[in-house]
């Protein structure tokens, strides 16, 4: 099952390094990672999404992770209300007589076309995984040529 | 309110400040090897005179302190070169590790401006060495220096103790400052000290109660938090007989009563039942190796299980365990000992161990014509009064010296558990007699173990170190032919020794007392006149080149089937 983890590291060489060589030790695939600096840049936030089955060994992964010294902060929030967000770019090779049907198509998904040139489009959108999967369906028909996602952000709801 | 200003310091260059800093820390000595990118630390212990043990190669330098750490509980202190040195020192720090032992290891580094990019001796430490330390720095503003060293003895030295890194980059060794340094640390998100689950106490001392089998399974968590006391009182109190890991031993003195000795692969027939039948097991600080779990499926399963140990991710890692008590071990056995509950009926479970003891007792087949290994230990420890620190080497002397020698004191096995690495026994045995100047140190190695790290003879011959080597030749690499004998049809693949060095030519080309011993009928004798003399003496002793260790339990089967000794 996919997990989600959220953690703190402080802003040290080799510290993602060591985080993520810990995952690889146990065996853990990872299904995206996202890092970025936050606060004063001493410290960064991470959201990794990874698969574990069993429930022992995750919380048993979680306490080897928290046992670093540059992780600050680290939370499994998969079974707490949360919040999961990522942002894809997916280059389309939209012919001209089919693009106003693609606008039309990417609308509901509350997408937006970020760069148009001749042969093709670029189109950004932001959500759960679930979204940004449902709307490459929908445009992978149109000639789908680019994809990047950033891997999900999350938090958990506040509560209350 | 106004701090107090600081007052700025003397202008020193960072490798001065880095010694200074070591001064602060109590370092008694250091263990290391020079080179280029280390000459501005070198130059500054020429200066300051510090004390440092000159090894001949690197993986001894981390071994040595290893040795001193695992004889002393207190962090050993490495100085190796960039690349090269630092590379060699890996086997050591990895040791180290796996056994929790607290190193501070300096490695030098190339310049910052040259990091990156090829330069001469430069290495990536910091990746290579990020799975088998407990944290590593690299250092980038000499102003960092005292807070960064402050920081790596706090962690190398409390909680789970292990290795910490610093890589030291030249120019930074070079920098002066007068900055003042600071000798407090501030690691928040560090907490070595978990506040123990008294809820949990309780519950597992009300399940003591009420348990008919108990058993109290003790490792080197106990050494740790040199609970010894706690551990012997604990057990008296509430008569729960004890079982010790390889590294637990010392917790028990190897005569008493409740001890049952050493579990797991090599460990005794009544230790290993007590594991098997036991309805109750507390383990505290061990971590459930696969050498004393032999089979974690079939391990202890008729028993509830309680988990003693300061490291949480310890839990539920190998065993499922009822009572999680993270926490020190010391801590955690003053609360135990506090309860008032009351005392398990537990007669007729001693009168099972001591059938099983009686019935099985640690044997071997005594020879008339060759000298037994087991009788050479056994030997050693009534030439020594059981008080010597006995340093071992990896093999099969290792077990022997494990099974025979008649432990009593905290600390006093030091020995490569966790990763098993031969080499480890003659440096590490340096480390330990520099720690414990004053008492005695033997070191078991095998024949194949010593060619390892051979060359530190010059360095117990430099500083005149009283070490008694016993050297068990029974040439051939014992273990590995052992697993051969009986895994792989008597296929002796690259395991015999058909020629060896001169062990006695080599101990005269150091300087060293040379003994050979081969009579059985004289070896008592001969062995107390190896011991007599103040001085470092090698003594090889031969034995049979086919002897096992015996009892063993396989790979995968449970700690009740053991094979045994005809
Ligand atoms: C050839 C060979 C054969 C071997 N055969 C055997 C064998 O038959 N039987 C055997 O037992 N071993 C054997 N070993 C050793 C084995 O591989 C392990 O090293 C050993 O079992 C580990 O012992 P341990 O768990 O007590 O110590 P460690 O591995 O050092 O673990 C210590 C535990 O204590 C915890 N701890 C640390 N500090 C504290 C504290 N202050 N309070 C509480 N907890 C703390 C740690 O978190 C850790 O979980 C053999 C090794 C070799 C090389
Ligand atoms: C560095 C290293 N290499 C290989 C091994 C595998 N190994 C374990 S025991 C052993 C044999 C050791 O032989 P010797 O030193 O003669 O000791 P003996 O078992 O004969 O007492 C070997 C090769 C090891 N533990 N460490
Ligand atoms: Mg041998």
Known sequence: MRRLLTCLLSNNPGVLNRFTGTLTRRQVNIDSISISPVGDKSASRVTAAVYLDDEAVAKQLVAQLNKQIDVLEIHDITEQPHIERELALIRVNAATNKRAELFAMVQPFRADVVDVALDSLMIQITGSREKVNALLRVVQPYGVTQVVRTGVAGFTRAEG | ?566
Not at chain 2, 237 to 247: D, F, I, K
Request: net charge negative; proline share 6%; hydrophobic share 45%.
């Open chain 2, 1 to 566: 309110m106004q701090a107090p200003e600081e007052q700025p310091m003397p202008a020193r260059n960072g490798a001065e400040l880095l010694l200074d800093t070591l001064t602060a820390q109590n370092v008694e000595m250091i263990f290391g090897y020079p080179g280029g990118a280390v000459l501005p630390l070198y130059d500054a212990i020429y200066r300051q005179q510090f004390r440092h043990i000159l090894v001949r190669h690197e993986q001894a330098a981390a071994h040595a302190a290893e040795g001193y750490a695992k004889a002393t509980g207190k962090p050993g202190v490495v100085f190796v070169t960039s690349g090269p040195g630092a590379t060699n020192a890996i086997t050591g720090i990895a040791d180290a590790m796996m056994d929790s032992a607290p190193l501070v290891v300096f490695t030098g580094q190339v310049g910052t401006q040259a990091i990156g990019s090829d330069a001469f001796q430069e290495a990536d430490i910091l990746s290579m060495t990020a799975s088998i330390t407990k944290n590593n720095y690299q250092v980038h503003d000499v102003r960092d220096l005292p807070r960064v060293i402050n920081e790596a003895f706090y962690v190398a030295s409390t909680g789970r103790k292990g290795p910490v890194l610093i890589d030291l980059p030249k120019n930074i060794a070079n920098q002066t400052t007068n900055a003042p340094f600071p000798d407090s640390v501030n690691l928040p998100q560090y907490q070595p000290a978990p506040t123990v689950d008294k809820h949990q106490v309780a519950q597992l001392m009300q399940a003591l109660s009420q348990a008919h089998k108990p058993v109290l399974l003790v490792g080197n968590g106990v050494h740790a938090a040199a609970a010894q006391t706690e551990v012997q009182r604990f057990a008296q109190r509430y008569q729960v007989p004890v079982v010790a890991t390889l590294l637990g031993l010392g917790v028990m003195p190897t005569t008493a009563p409740l001890f049952l000795g050493m579990g797991g692969m090599h460990g005794t027939y009544a230790a290993n039942m007590a594991l098997s039948e036991c309805d109750l097991l507390i383990n505290v600080g061990s971590r459930f190796d696969d050498r004393l779990a032999t089979a974690p499926a079939k391990f202890a399963p008729h028993a509830t299980i309680a988990h003693i140990d300061i490291d949480a991710a310890e839990m539920n890692k190998i065993i499922a365990t009822t009572y999680q008590i993270v926490g020190d071990a010391k801590t955690v056995l003053k609360l135990m000992l506090r309860s008032s509950a009351a005392r398990p009926e537990v007669a007729a479970w001693h009168e099972q161990l001591q059938q099983w003891q009686a019935e099985h007792p640690m044997r071997y087949q005594k020879s008339a014509t060759e000298i037994k290994p087991q009788q050479v230990v056994q030997l050693v420890g009534e030439l020594t009064h059981g008080d010597a620190y006995v340093v071992t080497d990896v093999g099969q002397h290792q077990m022997w010296a494990a099974q025979y020698y008649p432990f009593k004191h905290q600390h006093q096995l030091i020995t490569s558990g966790g990763l098993g690495t031969m080499g480890f026994g003659l440096p590490a045995a340096i480390g330990a007699k520099l720690a414990h100047p004053e008492q005695p140190v033997v070191l078991f190695v095998g024949d194949g173990g010593i060619q390892m790290t051979s060359e530190e003879l010059e360095v117990i011959a430099t500083y005149d170190l009283d070490i008694k080597i016993v050297l068990l030749n029974n040439h051939t690499l014992g273990m590995v032919r052992q697993w051969q004998d009986l895994f792989y049809d008597q296929r002796r693949s690259e395991t015999m020794f058909e020629h060896q060095p001169n062990f006695m030519k080599l101990a005269e080309a150091y300087g060293l007392a040379g003994h050979q011993l081969t009579d059985p009928q004289t070896v008592a004798a001969d062995l107390a006149a190896a011991f007599a003399a103040p001085h470092a003496a090698l003594i090889e002793v031969a034995i049979p080149a086919l002897e096992p260790v015996m009892p063993m339990i396989a790979p995968g089967s449970a700690n009740n089937e053991m094979m045994e000794s005809d």
